[in-house]
């Protein structure tokens, strides 16, 4: 089972670091006091505590149907469904009167892939009387699971197939692997760091002092073979990591990180962001609109919202107010204030009344992909979709089996084309460690359904400087879908001379903007019309970084007062260069003819270059941060205030009280 999601995180601390005090752990002799301790130990969630109890209540006999359905609970926990199975059939043979009995029966027939029994045993349970009142959230997912086995009558209903490959390399360790990001090397991942394995009584244990044993990693590779396996640079030592998502321009890392509260009693995770700055990852801090006081907040991702031309934040959270267990939420992010908007619930088609985890959201499709255990499924926690359409998700889909496994099936991350990626589960696999499902392991998987695309194109994107003709060595890119006159982030990224963009969906258009250091950006539009390869070289013009004047927005003598015919000097010449590259700053200056003191045209001047300044940031919405206002007075003239006799230069007093703005050499940085 996955223990990094239950009530507040599910991170099992009898799986402690190893350098951890070991505590024995001593088995009463009274069957009754092991059985208690057993159920203590499920109650502080120490499953596999619980199992050692069990193992010795099971040497000593079982002496109650109880004992034995609480074994079969933790047992179905810990995936081992047959026994599990094995124990409820033998509850049902002698009559044991618990509802749940039935419950669990139809949820293991599920896994055990006997779907005809599986719906007998939900349909008996939907039938006893006081069931929706009493056991709220079982009905709803029995009802679901009803519902499920009946759109196909027992058969197979897959429509999307795909095979799946375990990971080659150093990926997959003894313990919980989590949270697969697909980048241009390979991938990013968390792991549990387990080197020894021991057990603890949780009474005894300070859970506030244990240290942090999930980290985040990458490894070198492509499919399922991986290679070179280092620590991403973020120290995170106080908390343990549950998830992480980059933002669309990849400069700030939210991480939902867990840690435990004296005051609650027990782990309470948050949401976190960690800003990249001076080549270095900074100290996560928390985002306060995201917190609330006792639940937890965690599994998030990052999707961009077109229609508000805004990014939004996904997010699993048992907060007050929703439908049960764990809901998805969102909430959208200002660019301008740099904050969170109040999270609000996704509802009731995306929601159960169980746990519905791991939120992925695939811009180039605009799909949600997420895990849930309310809805039926192979069982335990299955992948699930919805297209988000004009602010609304449509029906949920189920990604059928393979993807789904009788075990927890979380972490969906497709590529660009979603003809391949990866998944996080607890089925069998090889580095299993205590049992065949105890660990969570990243698997590759490779779609086969006809209806996924088999063909994809690829791009290849060249920059070069316009006037020398030199190919810049160095650039960046972001890439856009256009759907409907919408756009949707898909990726960015650095090419060094190149960059090649792959898996890109066909009879698709994509709208790139290029960008180096000293040049302008430049945007071009190209429709993949098959899987060739299509090439694009940009010219970009470099800056010109000296000062550049703003002809007609000039001031009558003795005024800072802008106007019409200025204002829209502005908004032609300045905006536009702001607008379509947003990490520029710029001076705005201001100057004087001659007349007037010193300080009184110092003074002039810098009211001068406020006014514009003032302007473009109250009627065009520029960032004030991109702004800066100088004025010179009169010490930086275009020609004579006077004439060679002395007389007045009227003309070149008027060209002198005159404008201009510059580049700055340093960029404007939003963090």
Known sequence: MMR????????????????????????????????????????????????????????????????????????????????????????????????????????????????????????FFLKKKGML??????????????????????????????????????????????????????????????????????????????????????????????????????????????SFAFSLDKRVLYISGCKYSEELKKYKCDIYQSKFKDKVWTKPELIPELTTPESSNTHVSIGFDAVRNSPFLFFASDRAGGRGGYDLNMSFYNTRTLTFSTPRNLGGKINTPKDDITPYYHTPTNTLYFSSNGRGGKGGHDVYYSILKSSFFENVSSL?????????????????????????????????????????????????????????????????????????????????????????????????????????????????????????????????????????????????FNPILLPLVEFEFDSFTLTSEARHIIDSLVVPVLRSNPTLKIELSAHTDSRGTDEYNETLSQRRAEAIRFYMIDSKKIYPERLTSKGYGEYVPLAPNENPDGTDNAEGRQRNRRCEFRILLEEYDPY
């Open 400 to 544: 059928g089996e393979e993807i789904n496994s009788p075990q927890d099936d979380v972490f969906f991350t497709p590529n660009k084309s979603v003809t391949e990626g990866y998944l996080v589960s607890n089925r069998y696999s090889e580095n299993s460690l205590i049992n065949p499902h105890c660990c969570d392991d990243i698997f590759f998987f490779e779609m086969t359904s006809v209806l996924r695309n088999k063909k994809f194109g690829k791009i290849k994107v060249q920059a070069v400087n316009k006037k020398t003709k030199e190919v810049i060595p160095d650039f960046s890119y972001q890439l856009f879908k256009i759907d409907s006159n919408d756009l949707s982030f898909i990726e960015n990224g650095v090419g060094q001379d190149t960059a090649l963009i792959k898996d890109l969906m066909i009879k698709a258009i994509y709208e790139i903007e290029v960008h180096s250091p000293k040049f302008y950006r430049k945007k071009a539009l190209i429709e993949v019309k098959n899987d060739s390869l299509y090439i694009i070289e940009f010219e970009l013009d470099p800056i010109d």
């Open 4 to 123: 990094w999601l239950c009530s507040t995180f599910f991170l099992l601390f009898v799986f402690s670091a190893h350098s951890q005090e070991k505590v024995d752990v001593k088995i009463p002799s009274s069957k009754s006091k092991i059985f208690k301790q057993a159920l203590k130990a499920i109650e502080l969630k120490d499953y596999f505590l619980a199992k050692r109890y069990f193992d010795a209540l099971v040497e000593k006999g079982i002496e109650s149907d109880l004992q034995k359905f609480e074994y079969a609970k933790l047992l179905h926990i810990l995936g081992e469904n047959k026994l599990a199975l094995q124990l409820i059939n033998e509850l049902i043979k002698n009559k044991y009167d618990h509802p749940l009995v039935f419950y669990y029966a139809a949820i293991l027939y599920n896994s055990e892939r006997e779907p005809k029994k599986a719906r007998d045993y939900a349909l």
């Open 133 to 242: 009142a009493e056991y709220k959230a079982e009905h709803t997912h029995m009802a679901n699971l009803k519902m499920y086995l009946d759109s196909f009558g027992g058969k197979s209903a897959d429509t999307i197939s795909s095979r799946i490959y375990a990971l080659e390399g150093p990926v997959n360790a003894s313990g919980a692997e989590f949270n697969p990001i697909i980048t241009n090397e390979g991938i990013l991942f968390g792991s549990q760091d387990m080197k020894a394995v021991n057990y603890y009584k949780s009474t005894k244990l300070d859970k506030s002092k244990i240290m942090a044993t999930r980290a985040i990693y990458s490894a070198k590779g492509q499919k399922e073979v991986f290679t070179e396996l280092q620590n991403f640079p973020l120290e995170t030592p106080e908390m343990e990591i549950s």
